[in-house]
Every structure is written in structure tokens, then in C-alpha cells.
């Protein structure tokens, strides 16, 4: 068996500081979130270039050789070294990728933010998920919001980047934020590999993300074994037809103590005394007329 992988900790700065003029012709001085190119080379071979913020380049490259099912575990990496003078990610394996140009011969460009991209047929492996047997209570619920709404974040001071989280229960375990959420749930599927067997088996867990829920999200979230997604916006209609099937609970625009629930209700423990009082709308005031 082997060890897990050697890591370089090539963290890049997440913003910098530029000059900017606002309406009333005044310059001052913001933060932006910082962009970049890492190009991704497994055994030498050019993989796929990713724009990205710089968190953890690591465990965004090892997420995403996990969820583009190049590799099956963690250990079949022998080591990533991420050069940012050069603006790549060197994978180094232990025996290469089996059929590595015929699995990356047709790739799917997705809606992601910065254009993510997928390998394979997007459905291709949906019917041999198995997602735990696992709820969310309605209180827990509104506490993962409310521990994202105090998390200190590249976004508060920035913006223009997507955060992702995973819980167990209503425990923030990894924390990520990026240009784009795709890479954003590649970063944590890569800190899951490294976690081993007891966070991948965990049954609680709960992803969470601050950009819509597409098809590509639901999947890679499902291939993680996460049976609860919170998405502080909505979801596509791919997105919602892959939740269904898969029997995954997909929840959105989820604010304050506001949300939907989109898909696989069964999974979600209703308290609605927690809510509060229903707010009327304009309709309702003319229904009452």
C-alpha cells in the first residue's frame, strides 16, 4: 500500500491592492481577488489548465484527478509540486493513468465560473452511487448558514470568488474559497482523499457552497458521498434532474432562515417553529382584499 502523496504548500497571495476611481472621481485604494494559470501535467503529460485563485493548489489538482475519476484513491499519487514562477502543477503517480488519453479525449466545457471543464460523459457513473443513509435537521441547517454568514472570508474583503465548506453535522471541518466553485469542490474532494477512509465514509456530511448548484456540482458532490448540498443560490435544471436520481438533498437559496427545498425532502427534518413569522408579500395583501 502505498503513502499518501508529497505536497509542495505553494499558497499563493488570495488579493492584492489596486487604485480605482469611484463616482465621485476620488481614487482609493480595494482589494481584488488574485487569478492564475496552473497547468497540470501528470507523468509530463499536459493535462488541463486551471484558473484559479491559489488556496491550496495541491489539494485542488489531487480533487480534481479524484473527481475526474483519473485516479481511484489518494495513494496512487506519488507526489504535486506546484511551481508558480512557471505556473504549473508537476503529478508525479506511482503507475500512471490507465487509458489516460482515450478517458481525456472528450472534454465537457461546464457552466462553472472561469469555465471548468469535465473528462467523460457527465452520466456515466450515476447509477453506481450509493449515497449514505443520512438527514439534516432544520436547525442545523440554519446553524451551517449562520457559520458561513461570520466566516472570515477572501469574498467579505474582495468579493468575486466562490466559497465551498463541508460539515459533519453542523461542524465546519475544511473551509476554501476560489475564482470558480468547481474548483472550489475539487480542493475539498482533495482534502477528503488525504482525510482517508473515516471522512469518506462519514455519513454526515453536508457541502456547502455559495454559487448555483449545476449538474457538475451535484455530481462531483455525490461522487464524494455528501448526501446534503446548501447553496446559498439556486439550481439548474440538469442539476436538479441529477439530484433526483441520485436521491440527494439539494437545498438553495438558503438566507437567514429562508430556503428551498429542491429535491429528496425525505432527508430533511422539518422544524418549521424555527422559521419565524412568514413574511406577506405584496400578493398576499391583494389576496386579502
Not at 125 to 134: G, H, K, N, S, Y
Not at 178 to 200: C, F, K, S, Y
Amino acid at each position: 500500500m502505498h503513502s499518501l502523496p508529497r505536497l509542495t504548500q505553494a499558497a499563493a497571495p488570495l488579493t492584492r491592492e489596486v487604485s480605482v476611481v469611484n463616482e465621485f472621481g476620488e481614487t482609493e485604494t480595494l482589494s481584488i481577488p488574485g487569478e492564475r494559470a496552473l497547468t497540470v501535467y501528470v507523468d509530463k503529460r499536459e493535462l488541463v489548465t486551471l484558473m484559479t485563485l491559489g488556496a491550496r493548489p495541491e489539494l485542488l489538482v489531487l480533487g480534481y484527478l479524484l473527481n475526474q475519476r483519473l485516479i481511484d484513491h489518494v495513494s496512487a499519487v506519488e507526489s504535486i509540486t506546484v511551481d508558480w514562477e512557471v505556473g504549473a502543477a508537476a503529478v508525479r503517480t506511482h503507475a500512471g493513468v490507465a487509458d489516460i488519453e482515450a478517458r481525456t479525449a472528450r472534454r465537457v466545457v461546464t457552466t462553472g465560473c472561469g469555465q471548468g471543464s469535465v473528462f467523460g460523459d457527465l452520466m456515466a457513473e450515476l447509477d453506481r452511487l450509493r449515497l449514505p443513509d443520512a438527514a439534516i435537521t432544520q436547525a442545523q441547517l440554519y446553524a451551517i448558514v449562520n457559520t458561513m454568514r461570520l466566516q472570515d472570508s477572501t469574498y467579505k474583503s474582495s468579493g468575486s470568488v466562490h466559497g465551498c465548506a463541508l460539515f459533519r453535522g453542523e461542524h465546519m471541518a475544511f473551509f476554501v474559497e476560489d475564482v470558480g466553485r468547481h474548483n472550489a469542490v475539487d480542493t475539498i474532494a482533495g482534502w477528503m482523499g488525504l482525510q482517508g477512509e473515516p471522512m469518506a465514509s462519514a455519513p454526515d456530511k453536508v457541502f456547502y457552497t455559495t454559487g448555483r448548484l449545476t449538474s457538475e456540482m451535484v455530481i462531483k458532490a455525490a461522487q464524494m458521498g455528501v448526501p446534503v448540498v446548501i447553496s446559498r443560490s439556486g439550481i439548474t435544471e440538469m442539476g436538479l434532474q441529477v439530484a433526483r436520481h441520485v436521491g440527494l438533498c439539494a437545498i438553495g437559496r438558503a438566507t437567514n432562515r429562508r430556503f428551498v427545498c429542491y429535491s429528496a425532502p425525505e432527508r430533511l427534518r422539518l422544524q418549521p417553529e424555527l422559521a419565524g413569522p412568514r413574511l406577506r408579500t405584496p400578493a398576499d395583501s391583494l389576496a386579502s382584499v
